[in-house]
């Protein structure tokens, strides 16, 4: 018979009892999810998108697994699209409806409920301080790994921590464990979000971020929780929303500044002077890059802060990015003095760097002396994955061309 992009989709109600989709549920596999609704219901994107409510180009990404689903009310709007009875729909993370399963499925379904939601709570009750000490290094490892190779070389690696860490939290019952796994949630929230912004997935960035704020709550730490809500206003930013992420920004010190470390506050100081700069605000700009210098404190970090890395190196590479903008003469010599202080390890700032020093000098009509930079930009482009510096490196490669056949 002829379906409809209006037909709702119709998945036989065996399939939710197959070891294969309870797997997928219990995953909150919503790619997988679709997958059984084309398998087993006949469905199309385009059904699949009239039922969820959903775009059919996120489908589409969602399908590939290039985007995820990170929304409660979003789930909500699959279960109801693919029609999941209350077994599925508790198996997925979600409260039932009243829709029962078959009779002769109900004692055997809930008694599979109860046995899952067992193992997961003991699973998450042998948790110790040594267990999320190993937690917070193999992010900080990954941390490392995104400095050096980019976001795409520990992609897989991402999902799979953020996914770990997340099932232990919800299941963790004793309050000081729970806040722990609490911090090391925000982390690596914050961690994935900063990738999502490198890769132009601002979404999932966004989503991300969301997810780190609500894990620093929980934790009742002001520092991941002030780096957080700093770090989304970068989403603005590559937005084209650059005003609201300089309010953003000042209110986040407004409302942190004297409660956090000295490394964060300049850190925090640092990212309002950028923001500041994309908007044009010289002034702005130019005052909150005063304050980040003066609270720069001594030494590259705070082994509080792992997420923080920032020296007098650091931060005239920052000031540099900031003043580019303004055609600083004194930018040019800020930008050489933060590439001779790099450690060689942040192949993505260094990238980012080289961008900068490349517009910098085109500006000065030195294009002879921006080639190196734009090359080697490109080269740390093309290693970490990095489509924000790539964007980049193409518009100063235009720019250089066009000024190479005046």
């Given at each position: 018979?002829?379906?409809t992009?209006?037909?709702?989709?119709e998945?036989?109600?065996?399939?939710?009892?197959?070891?294969?989709?309870?797997?997928?549920?219990?995953?909150?596999?919503?790619?997988?999810?679709?997958?059984?609704?084309?398998?087993?219901?006949?469905?199309?994107?385009?059904?699949?998108?009239?039922?969820?409510?959903?775009?059919?180009g996120?489908?589409?990404?969602?399908?590939?697994?290039?985007?995820?689903?990170?929304?409660?009310?979003?789930?909500?709007?699959?279960?109801?699209?693919?029609?999941?009875?209350?077994?599925?729909?508790?198996?997925?993370?979600?409260?039932?409806?009243?829709?029962?399963?078959?009779?002769?499925?109900?004692?055997?379904?809930?008694?599979?409920?109860?046995?899952?939601?067992?193992?997961?709570?003991?699973?998450?009750?042998?948790?110790?301080?040594v267990?999320?000490?190993?937690?917070?290094?193999?992010?900080?490892?990954?941390?490392?790994?995104?400095?050096?190779q980019?976001?795409?070389?520990?992609?897989?690696?991402?999902?799979?921590?953020?996914?770990?860490?997340?099932?232990?939290?919800?299941?963790?019952i004793?309050?000081?464990?729970?806040?722990?796994?609490?911090?090391?949630?925000?982390?690596?929230a914050?961690?994935?979000?900063?990738?999502?912004?490198?890769?132009?997935?601002?979404?999932?960035?966004?989503?991300?971020?969301?997810?780190?704020?609500?894990a620093?709550?929980?934790?009742?730490?002001?520092?991941?929780?002030?780096?957080?809500?700093?770090?989304?206003?970068?989403?603005?930013?590559?937005?084209?929303?650059?005003?609201e992420?300089?309010?953003?920004?000042?209110?986040?010190?407004?409302?942190?500044?004297?409660?956090?470390?000295?490394?964060?506050?300049?850190?925090?100081?640092?990212?309002?002077?950028?923001?500041?700069?994309?908007?044009?605000?010289?002034?702005?700009?130019?005052?909150?890059?005063?304050?980040?210098?003066?609270?720069?404190?001594?030494?590259?970090?705070?082994?509080?802060?792992?997420?923080?890395?920032?020296?007098?190196?650091?931060?005239?590479?920052?000031?540099g990015?900031?003043?580019?903008?303004?055609?600083?003469?004194?930018?040019?010599?800020?930008?050489?003095?933060?590439?001779?202080?790099?450690?060689?390890?942040?192949?993505?700032?260094?990238?980012?760097?080289?961008?900068?020093?490349a517009?910098?000098?085109l500006?000065?009509?030195?294009?002879?002396?921006?080639?190196?930079?734009?090359?080697?930009?490109?080269?740390?482009?093309?290693?970490?994955?990095?489509?924000?510096?790539?964007?980049?490196?193409?518009?100063?490669?235009?720019?250089?061309?066009?000024?190479?056949?005046?």
């Amino acid at each position: 018979m002829h379906t409809t992009a209006f037909d709702p989709i119709e998945i036989p109600a065996d399939v939710w009892n197959r070891d294969e989709s309870r797997e997928i549920l219990k995953n909150r596999d919503v790619a997988g999810l679709f997958n059984l609704a084309v398998k087993y219901g006949g469905a199309s994107q385009v059904r699949i998108s009239t039922a969820t409510g959903m775009s059919q180009g996120r489908i589409s990404q969602i399908i590939r697994r290039q985007r995820q689903v990170t929304d409660l009310e979003v789930y909500e709007r699959i279960a109801a699209g693919l029609g999941l009875p209350d077994h599925a729909r508790m198996l997925f993370g979600l409260a039932p409806l009243g829709i029962a399963a078959p009779a002769e499925e109900h004692d055997d379904a809930h008694q599979k409920q109860v046995e899952e939601l067992t193992a997961r709570l003991e699973a998450a009750a042998v948790v110790d301080t040594v267990t999320i000490m190993m937690l917070k290094t193999e992010t900080n490892n990954m941390r490392f790994m995104d400095r050096r190779q980019g976001a795409a070389a520990i992609a897989d690696k991402m999902r799979a921590q953020i996914a770990h860490i997340e099932r232990i939290y919800r299941h963790a019952i004793r309050p000081g464990i729970r806040a722990q796994l609490a911090y090391v949630l925000s982390e690596t929230a914050a961690l994935a979000g900063w990738q999502a912004i490198d890769t132009c997935s601002l979404s999932d960035a966004w989503d991300h971020h969301e997810r780190a704020i609500a894990a620093a709550r929980e934790a009742d730490d002001l520092a991941p929780l002030a780096y957080a809500c700093g770090q989304q206003a970068y989403v603005l930013v590559d937005l084209g929303r650059p005003a609201e992420a300089t309010a953003l920004l000042q209110h986040v010190r407004a409302t942190y500044d004297r409660r956090v470390p000295a490394h964060l506050r300049t850190w925090l100081a640092a990212a309002e002077a950028e923001a500041a700069a994309v908007l044009g605000d010289e002034v702005t700009c130019r005052t909150a890059l005063d304050q980040a210098a003066a609270l720069l404190p001594e030494g590259d970090a705070d082994p509080a802060l792992p997420y923080v890395c920032l020296n007098k190196h650091h931060l005239a590479r920052w000031r540099g990015n900031c003043l580019v903008r303004f055609g600083d003469p004194d930018t040019i010599e800020d930008l050489r003095s933060a590439l001779a202080g790099m450690d060689g390890t942040y192949n993505r700032a260094e990238a980012g760097l080289r961008c900068d020093l490349a517009h910098a000098l085109l500006a000065m009509g030195e294009r002879d002396a921006a080639q190196p930079h734009l090359h080697r930009a490109k080269q740390l482009v093309t290693l970490t994955g990095s489509r924000r510096h790539g964007r980049r490196v193409r518009e100063l490669t235009r720019v250089a061309v066009t000024r190479g056949r005046r």
